[in-house]
């Protein structure tokens, strides 16, 4: 296992599932680690096994389908360290129906696609800080098909379900277009998908519910712990014999898959860059927190 003290690792979407365990084995390593979610007890839950396993560990509470309070949230990460040796995205959101935030944008879109492009690029420079340096967006790599860029973001005709299939695949591109952007800068991409783990994410809709116990009956002998996930997800972050492989995509035993053509057609990877960079607004100047629940 290799040391991580002295190391600081950003987990967003830390609070539960797949991003807690990743949290907690990362500490468990002896690196920093702060995570994010909206859920306070939870998030002082996880801050409290973090400290107990490295002396040291913090929630931050964010809202990421809000990009005002990612914005918030990078202004929080600043203020408390001035480089970041990994950053993990776990945060996802399963939705049955559309539902847009006060921003217009559909909410799982925003949680897990959006709200990692605007963290990345806030944050990039405590990455290049720590390079070599390392993020690892724990998706559903490997996507195949056509994607649309044009269709970034979801309008009021796409359903959360297609909004959430463009996500998952928007994250693929994004992560083969930041490794060409970051060439040289010592920050590395990989994308992984953890296959069918057993945590919370299908009980958070209750009308998925009973459609998902069915699909976990079936598949219960297929099925992962979030430890057996975290620890795929450590070795992306972490295994010098992954230094310099970047824009890469993962399988849940962390064998490499083949990047689609679809997903590194240049004209797709750029139209989706400049789109997201469109939603989120001109990247504005480091922000200082104002939530006062950042602290817990
Ligand atoms: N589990 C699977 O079988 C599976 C399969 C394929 C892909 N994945 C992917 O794996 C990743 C992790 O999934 P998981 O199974 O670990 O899910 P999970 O147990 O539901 O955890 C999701 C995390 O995201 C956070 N989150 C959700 N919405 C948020 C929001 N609006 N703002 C801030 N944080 C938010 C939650 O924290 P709070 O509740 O505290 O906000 C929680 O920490 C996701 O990207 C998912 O798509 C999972």
Known sequence: MKDLSGSRALVVGGTKGIGRATALALAARGAAVTVVGRDPVAGAATASALRAAAGTGEFL????SLLSEVRCLAGAVRERTDRLDVVVHSADALMTRRVETAEGLETGFAVN????FLL??????????????RIVH?????????????????????????AHL???HANDVYAVE???????????VSVLNPGFVDTGIRRTDPRLRPLMRLMERALRSRMRTPEQTAAVVVRLATDPDLDGVTGALFGPDGTRLPVPPTTAAPAARAELWARSERVVGAVPAPTVATREDHRI
Do not use: E
């Not at 990345?120 to 340096?133: E, G, Y």
């Open 61 to 64: 509470a964010a809202d990421l």
């Open 113 to 116: 696609f959006l709200s990692r």
């Open 120 to 133: 990345n690029q806030l944050l990039a420079d405590l990455l290049r800080a720590a390079a070599p340096a």
């Open 138 to 162: 724990v998706a559903a790599a490997g996507a195949k098909g056509r994607f649309d860029a044009t269709r970034v973001p979801p309008g009021p005709g796409t359903s959360a379900f297609r």
């Open 166 to 168: 463009l996500g998952q």
């Open 178 to 188: 930041f490794a060409a952007r970051h060439a040289g800068q010592g920050i590395s």
